[in-house]
């Protein structure tokens, strides 16, 4: 008859006295937990907030159930007629303005709106009003645009040589975030006073948009479907309410997939630690198991102890991480809060944060029940000589919980993910990784006891620690590999990010970019910049827009109405761009295929369109494209292709046309400026705007800044989430090491008592990390390169410009760094007693 079970309370009351009340010998455990439970609640809680707010706001963020786009036109009255049968509709414009008082100038997002505006909320300004579309005469300024100025409520000033007054200092408007990126900060004026300032001329660069509130219980998708149908060639873009603010979902969504990626590498890396943590432990407390298995303790006895402490440390680390998580999240929240729709304050979501938990207790039974399954499993005898006898794995008991949390992992990654496939390849390649790193400890321990053996007696002797009984070498490797591998990975993203902000962002670039310079006074506007500063080069071009409807063979072209998506990188086929026309080649353009029709070409209308782009469609010289220009298609056949220098910001368009082609419609000229340096920059600029006061004067320098901090905070956020796995592999890295201590305090010993001095045993240990650390090293470059290129390439799209010599420069520093913490942890080996450590074995 078999002894019964001790009961779960007596179990858990010789647990608690047996747990100290710090944790000793558990701490690894709680710190792998707490990285990496807090890391998935902070990034499920942030994430989740933000998505369920643009989700949830959406008809306010885009001011109505869908909007209309067109450029350079109005809505037709057919077209107006269409959307009013919809619902209530709000229409305005939008372009690039200079306002000016005095002698200060500024470009500004002029938005002018109707009195119907806004459809949903109401705008706040700053002295507490909440208010609609201003009155005639009147504008509503941002707090930038009115410091600019240095103008008040009450003050007067200019758009387009058109006075105005300052009507109020806006809060809050309730559309921003759908407004996209601006040149400028923004005015708000009435819908008429465009046209009354001579700014909506034909030719202007200008985009009218429509919002439409739909009937309750109305689908805006069928809404957008109907007027697709009704006006294929119109060239209108659309967006609807559960897209309210597509650039801000994407960034969100990405982002928020490589932070849960980075969470679940700090957890898979935890779990190494916790796994080494644990056996620890379990070595630790081996006289304890051998004494309650000779007091009459079963193996069942023993595993309920023992499972008992080590769920209650895991409990206890994840609980931490869960708080610490939820309480960082409102200094995110603050931090984007002006970027993106996320409520200030405590943010609570009990679904991620029940998957935060489950993700660490999963992990931990994962990489904790090996060693815990080890120690019931043999007689008390076999752990009093385990030191001199070493026990062996309970590798095929342990398969059952180690494969089942894996698949419980596996299940809940896949349930919960945006992206299954990302996901599913990560976990994969987490296991692969793995086992690799499990088969190169295997091969090394197998190539160290094969090897010659050294002359030295100290070289001799690290090279047996790396597969003598005991030995730690299988850890050692898993664990440095992951830790170096995250040094690699951070030093590779943050100098990736850093190349690509400097390629992205010129450094050089025109001084100033001029929209909306009448074709007409071509001449006058270059002979007052050129009489304003002798030494500046003008540039100006024709600038159209329109939208590609059709591409492709005559007779067989491909409509863009008709595709069901639209990859990525066609992204010319998305709405209108920038058109424009040419009897030369445009400057920073190589023809790679064709050739550029003759100056003064009057024949059959041609096109040169970018080498991308045609690779993309699978163009080929001779076929057609078809655009849609102010509501008029218009074809012309291909007759070239371009490199296009998309690094230099100049004049860049994805298509040129032969001037035959496009030249008869209405248009203006953009204009490039740039001036020597040094030169004083106010005297052109004010001239500029008081000669051309319909034109947006834009200065470059401001656009640089705006663009270089922008892509400054996505390389920010990604550098501190990537620093959640240096920390948890650091974590790991020192748990190793106090793990790989405890082992050689029997061998430390017996070398002190055959006369071993203690720097005989720190150059001992030296020899035997730094062995370990420079076969590594190649393995972590390797690995670490490669994750850092998938979230450089593969998630952000980024281009993949590492600084190699800062990345090994890294790699050498954590070298260095694992050096370090190995000859720390060996400092209170050398410190111990020979007779006291020999009887406390």
């Given at each position: 008859?078999?002894?019964?079970?001790?009961?779960?309370?007596?179990a858990?009351?010789?647990?608690?006295?047996?747990?100290?009340?710090?944790?000793?010998?558990l701490?690894?455990?709680?710190?792998?937990?707490?990285?990496?439970?807090?890391?998935?609640?902070a990034?499920g809680?942030?994430?989740?907030?933000?998505?369920?707010?643009?989700?949830?706001?959406?008809q306010?963020?885009?001011?109505?159930?869908?909007?209309?786009e067109?450029?350079q036109?109005?809505?037709?009255?057919?077209e107006?007629?269409?959307?009013?049968a919809?619902?209530?509709?709000s229409?305005g414009?939008r372009?690039?303005?200079?306002?000016?008082?005095?002698e200060?100038?500024?470009?500004?997002?002029?938005?002018a709106?109707?009195?119907a505006?806004p459809l949903?909320?109401?705008?706040?300004?700053?002295?507490?009003?909440?208010?609609?579309?201003?009155?005639?005469?009147?504008?509503?300024?941002s707090?930038?645009?009115?410091?600019?100025l240095?103008v008040?409520?009450?003050d007067s000033?200019?758009?387009?040589g058109?006075?105005?007054?300052?009507?109020?200092?806006?809060?809050?408007?309730?559309?921003?975030?759908?407004?996209?990126f601006?040149?400028?900060?923004?005015?708000?004026?009435?819908?008429?006073?465009?046209?009354?300032?001579?700014?909506?001329q034909?030719?202007?660069m200008?985009r009218?948009?429509?919002?439409?509130?739909?009937?309750?219980?109305s689908?805006?998708?069928?809404?957008i479907?109907?007027?697709?149908?009704?006006?294929?060639?119109?060239?209108?873009?659309?967006?609807q309410?559960d897209?309210?603010?597509?650039?801000?979902?994407?960034?969100v969504g990405?982002?928020?997939?490589?932070?849960?990626?980075?969470g679940?590498?700090?957890?898979v890396?935890?779990?190494?630690?916790?796994?080494g943590?644990?056996?620890?432990?379990m070595?630790?407390?081996?006289?304890?198991?051998?004494t309650f298995k000779?007091?009459?303790?079963?193996?069942?006895?023993?595993?309920?102890?023992?499972?008992?402490?080590?769920?209650?440390?895991?409990?206890?680390?994840?609980?931490?991480?869960?708080?610490?998580?939820?309480?960082?999240?409102?200094?995110f929240?603050?931090?984007?809060g002006?970027?993106?729709?996320?409520?200030?304050?405590?943010?609570?979501?009990?679904?991620?944060?029940?998957?935060?938990?489950?993700?660490g207790?999963?992990?931990?039974?994962?990489?904790?029940?090996?060693?815990?399954?080890?120690?019931?499993?043999?007689?008390a005898?076999?752990?009093?000589?385990?030191?001199?006898?070493?026990?062996?794995?309970?590798?095929?008991?342990?398969?059952?919980?180690?494969?089942?949390?894996?698949?419980?992992?596996?299940?809940?990654?896949?349930?919960?993910?945006?992206?299954p496939?990302?996901?599913?390849?990560?976990l994969?390649?987490a296991?692969?990784?793995?086992?690799?790193?499990?088969?190169?400890?295997?091969?090394i321990?197998?190539?160290a006891?094969?090897a010659?053996?050294?002359?030295?007696?100290?070289?001799?002797?690290?090279l047996?620690?790396l597969?003598?009984?005991?030995?730690?070498?299988?850890?050692?490797?898993?664990a440095?590999?992951?830790?170096?591998?995250?040094?690699?990975?951070?030093a590779a993203?943050?100098?990736?990010?850093d190349?690509?902000?400097?390629?992205r962002?010129?450094?050089r670039?025109?001084?100033?970019?001029?929209l909306?310079?009448?074709?007409?006074?071509?001449?006058?506007?270059?002979?007052?910049?050129?009489?304003?500063?002798?030494?500046?080069?003008?540039r100006?071009?024709?600038?159209?827009?329109?939208?590609?409807?059709?591409?492709?063979?005559?007779g067989?072209?491909?409509?863009?109405?008709s595709?069901?998506?639209?990859p990525?990188d066609a992204?010319p086929?998305?709405?209108?761009?920038?058109?424009?026309?040419?009897?030369?080649?445009?400057?920073?353009?190589?023809?790679?295929a064709?050739?550029?029709?003759?100056t003064?070409?009057?024949?059959?209308?041609?096109?040169?369109?970018?080498e991308r782009l045609?690779?993309?469609?699978n163009?080929k010289?001779?076929?057609?494209?078809?655009?849609?220009?102010?509501?008029?298609?218009?074809?012309?056949?291909?007759?070239?292709?371009?490199?296009?220098?998309w690094?230099?910001l100049?004049?860049?368009?994805?298509?040129?046309?032969?001037?035959n082609?496009?030249?008869?419609?209405?248009?203006?000229?953009?204009?490039?400026?740039?001036?020597?340096?040094?030169?004083?920059?106010?005297?052109l600029?004010?001239?500029l705007?008081?000669?051309?006061?319909?034109?947006?004067?834009?200065?470059?320098?401001?656009?640089?800044?705006?663009?270089?901090d922008l892509?400054?905070?996505?390389?920010?956020?990604?550098?501190a989430?990537?620093?959640?796995?240096?920390?948890a592999g650091?974590?790991?890295?020192?748990?190793?090491?106090?793990?790989?201590?405890?082992?050689?305090?029997?061998?430390?010993?017996?070398?002190?008592?055959?006369?071993a001095s203690?720097?005989?045993?720190?150059?001992?240990?030296?020899a035997?990390?730094?062995?370990?650390?420079?076969l590594l090293?190649?393995v972590?470059?390797?690995?670490?390169?490669?994750?850092?290129?998938v979230?450089?390439?593969?998630l952000?799209?980024f281009?993949?410009?590492?600084?190699?010599?800062?990345v090994?420069?890294?790699?050498?520093?954590?070298?260095?760094?694992v050096?370090?913490?190995?000859?720390a942890g060996?400092?209170?080996?050398?410190?111990?007693k020979?007779?006291?450590a020999?009887?406390e074995?």
């Amino acid at each position: 008859m078999s002894q019964p079970a001790l009961p779960w309370s007596t179990a858990w009351r010789i647990a608690r006295r047996d747990l100290s009340a710090r944790f000793r010998g558990l701490r690894l455990l709680l710190a792998c937990l707490f990285l990496g439970v807090g890391a998935l609640a902070a990034i499920g809680t942030l994430t989740g907030a933000i998505e369920r707010e643009l989700k949830d706001r959406g008809q306010a963020i885009l001011g109505g159930d869908l909007q209309v786009e067109v450029w350079q036109r109005r809505a037709s009255d057919a077209e107006l007629k269409a959307f009013a049968a919809l619902g209530r509709v709000s229409g305005g414009i939008r372009l690039q303005a200079m306002a000016t008082r005095g002698e200060l100038a500024s470009p500004v997002e002029l938005k002018a709106v109707d009195s119907a505006w806004p459809l949903v909320g109401r705008l706040e300004l700053d002295d507490g009003r909440t208010v609609g579309a201003p009155a005639a005469g009147e504008a509503w300024l941002s707090g930038d645009a009115a410091a600019r100025l240095g103008v008040k409520r009450g003050d007067s000033f200019a758009i387009g040589g058109q006075a105005l007054t300052v009507g109020g200092i806006i809060r809050a408007e309730p559309d921003r975030l759908s407004e996209g990126f601006a040149l400028g900060p923004p005015v708000i004026v009435a819908d008429s006073f465009p046209a009354s300032a001579g700014l909506t001329q034909p030719g202007a660069m200008y985009r009218a948009r429509y919002r439409v509130l739909l009937p309750a219980g109305s689908d805006p998708v069928a809404a957008i479907d109907s007027l697709k149908a009704k006006f294929p060639a119109a060239g209108f873009t659309y967006r609807q309410r559960d897209k309210a603010a597509p650039g801000a979902e994407q960034f969100v969504g990405r982002m928020g997939e490589f932070l849960v990626l980075v969470g679940l590498a700090a957890l898979v890396i935890a779990g190494i630690g916790i796994g080494g943590g644990v056996s620890s432990y379990m070595e630790a407390r081996r006289g304890s198991i051998a004494t309650f298995k000779v007091l009459g303790a079963t193996s069942r006895d023993i595993a309920r102890i023992y499972v008992l402490q080590v769920a209650s440390a895991a409990l206890i680390g994840a609980l931490a991480g869960l708080v610490v998580g939820v309480l960082v999240t409102p200094l995110f929240t603050r931090m984007l809060g002006e970027l993106l729709p996320v409520a200030p304050g405590l943010v609570l979501d009990w679904s991620a944060l029940a998957r935060a938990a489950a993700y660490g207790l999963l992990v931990a039974l994962v990489f904790a029940a090996p060693p815990l399954l080890a120690a019931r499993r043999f007689p008390a005898m076999a752990l009093f000589r385990a030191r001199v006898s070493p026990l062996a794995r309970a590798r095929r008991e342990a398969l059952v919980p180690v494969l089942g949390g894996m698949a419980a992992i596996a299940a809940l990654a896949m349930a919960t993910a945006a992206q299954p496939r990302v996901s599913a390849t990560f976990l994969a390649g987490a296991t692969a990784l793995l086992g690799l790193l499990a088969l190169l400890g295997w091969a090394i321990r197998h190539a160290a006891s094969r090897a010659p053996r050294p002359q030295r007696p100290l070289l001799r002797l690290a090279l047996a620690n790396l597969h003598r009984p005991s030995a730690q070498t299988g850890a050692l490797v898993t664990a440095l590999g992951f830790g170096l591998s995250a040094f690699v990975l951070l030093a590779a993203v943050e100098s990736a990010l850093d190349a690509n902000i400097a390629k992205r962002v010129p450094q050089r670039a025109p001084d100033y970019f001029v929209l909306d310079v009448p074709k007409d006074r071509a001449d006058a506007f270059r002979l007052a910049a050129t009489q304003s500063e002798p030494g500046a080069r003008v540039r100006l071009v024709p600038a159209l827009r329109g939208a590609i409807l059709a591409y492709g063979p005559e007779g067989a072209m491909t409509r863009v109405s008709s595709l069901k998506s639209i990859p990525d990188d066609a992204w010319p086929l998305r709405g209108e761009r920038g058109l424009t026309y040419s009897d030369q080649v445009p400057e920073g353009n190589i023809v790679t295929a064709g050739k550029w029709w003759p100056t003064g070409y009057s024949g059959e209308p041609l096109v040169s369109v970018d080498e991308r782009l045609a690779q993309i469609l699978n163009l080929k010289l001779g076929d057609k494209i078809t655009v849609g220009l102010l509501g008029v298609e218009r074809s012309a056949r291909i007759a070239s292709f371009r490199r296009i220098d998309w690094d230099s910001l100049g004049f860049n368009y994805v298509l040129v046309f032969s001037p035959n082609a496009i030249s008869d419609a209405p248009h203006n000229m953009a204009a490039m400026v740039d001036i020597p340096d040094g030169a004083d920059k106010a005297p052109l600029l004010q001239r500029l705007v008081r000669e051309f006061p319909s034109s947006s004067v834009i200065e470059v320098g401001g656009v640089l800044r705006q663009a270089r901090d922008l892509l400054r905070q996505v390389s920010t956020a990604i550098l501190a989430a990537a620093s959640v796995a240096v920390l948890a592999g650091v974590a790991v890295l020192l748990g190793a090491i106090a793990a790989a201590r405890a082992s050689r305090l029997y061998d430390n010993v017996i070398l002190r008592v055959l006369g071993a001095s203690r720097r005989q045993l720190l150059l001992l240990q030296l020899a035997e990390y730094g062995l370990l650390a420079l076969l590594l090293s190649g393995v972590a470059l390797a690995l670490g390169s490669g994750l850092a290129w998938v979230v450089v390439v593969k998630l952000f799209e980024f281009e993949w410009l590492p600084d190699w010599p800062q990345v090994l420069g890294v790699l050498g520093a954590g070298l260095a760094l694992v050096i370090a913490f190995a000859l720390a942890g060996s400092l209170p080996l050398l410190r111990a007693k020979p007779a006291q450590a020999l009887r406390e074995l």
